[in-house]
């Protein structure tokens, strides 16, 4: 059975090598005209580490990561807010925490995946079911044939708009600005500290380097010309080491974009085909739970096509047994964002004195029941 992946980021490299374990001749569709990522850190969390794992790649990635050593929720003058029991998380969970280049995580994805499966350049544009297999279209007049198609497409997802037809993304309400900086990863523990509708995170990576991103309550589709400028202006008298994390980037390596996402769907695909990770369930980041979630839909839909079968049966179960668990998040993580930038300060106030209340140990006991996969 034939497989053909629109999109070749994390979730389509990740789905690409499970189906193959399934058995499977996959081959994977990229728009861009290689695989390149952005100056960016990803935190892997149990379920990510395990979905890995399945993958046959976690020992790659082990060489990679940094134990992610959280230092808490801090205020803008660096009190702690909130604080989180590494110990107990990790006793919970079974598996600590880490945080890896995204270059890193891509790699090591791309290297599980034989570059004849790989096509790059490959603009889709558009596919039709025909009953007993999906013709996908491309911009260069290629039409390929698939025994089924899996969207892992991003955001902007050719095969999600071909299935329920074109819908905007909602805005968040906040851009990001990211960057990966050198810097001495000593000096600091991963954190992220909020203000009144903006905060600024900071996570060591490996080669002595230091991933901070922002977020601040914003209109859509702003530039910035000079974002080391904009950025000090809003957090330069914020806690040590902020300021200096900031100067120590280039404007040209600073990242900005919007925060989207989509309201979340019960059935992602139809027929022969189905979607994973952003293109199935685009979620905002603030839990860190994209990329760990695409892997997970990349483990499910290789168990559920494993053995043969009907394809739409199986790619049914699949969504079946995803969708609550992946839309759970997109919902969570809104509203985490939510409260994250709430701008009054009367909110920001009774926010940070209730985070306060709640003890180390049971902070870690929440997260490690939120994150911790069903099929641990």
């Not at 279209?137 to 071909?162: I, N, P, T, W």
Request: proline share 5%; glycine share 10%.
């Amino acid at each position: 059975m034939r497989a053909v992946i629109v999109g070749g980021g994390i979730g389509g490299l990740a789905t690409a090598i499970a189906l193959a374990r399934a058995d499977l001749d996959v081959q994977v569709f990229e728009r861009a005209a290689e695989i390149r990522e952005v100056g960016a850190g990803i935190s892997l969390w149990s379920n990510a580490i395990r979905a890995l794992e399945q993958l046959g790649v976690r020992q790659t990635i082990d060489g990679a990561a940094v134990p992610y050593e959280a230092a808490g929720l801090r205020a803008a003058d660096g009190a702690i807010i909130s604080a989180i029991s590494a110990e107990e998380l990790h006793r919970l969970l079974g598996i600590p925490v880490v945080v890896v280049h995204r270059a890193d995580l891509l790699d090591a994805l791309l290297a599980a995946v034989p570059s004849s499966s790989i096509c790059f350049g490959a603009v889709c544009t558009g596919l039709t079911d025909r009953g007993h297999h999906v013709e996908v279209e491309f911009a260069d007049g290629r039409r390929v044939h698939g025994d089924m198609v899996v969207g892992a497409d991003g955001l902007y997802s050719v095969v999600r708009e071909a299935l329920h037809g074109r819908e905007a993304p909602t805005y968040s309400g906040c851009s990001a600005w990211r960057a990966v900086v050198p810097f001495d990863g000593s000096r600091i523990r991963a954190s992220e500290t909020w203000g009144a509708g903006n905060l600024f995170g900071q996570v060591p990576i490996r080669g002595n380097r230091v991933y901070w991103y922002a977020a601040m309550n914003v209109p859509a589709g702003g530039r910035s010309s000079h974002p080391k400028a904009e950025l000090r202006s809003v957090f330069g008298g914020w806690h040590p080491p902020i300021a200096d994390l900031i100067d120590a980037a280039d404007d040209r390596t600073i990242l900005r974009s919007d925060i989207y996402d989509r309201p979340v769907r019960k059935t992602w695909g139809r027929g022969r085909i189905t979607l994973v990770g952003d293109a199935a369930h685009p979620m905002t980041p603030f839990l860190g739970q994209g990329a760990c979630q695409a892997l997970e839909d990349a483990v499910a839909l290789g168990r559920c096509v494993a053995g043969g079968g009907d394809v739409s049966s199986a790619l049914r179960e699949y969504e079946r047994q995803r969708s609550p668990r992946a839309n759970a998040f997109v919902t969570r993580s809104r509203r985490v964002g939510q409260i994250a930038r709430l701008r009054h300060p009367l909110l920001v106030a009774m926010r940070n004195a209730l985070l306060s209340r709640i003890s180390p140990i049971a902070q870690a006991r929440q997260i490690a029941k939120m994150i911790d996969a069903p099929s641990r």
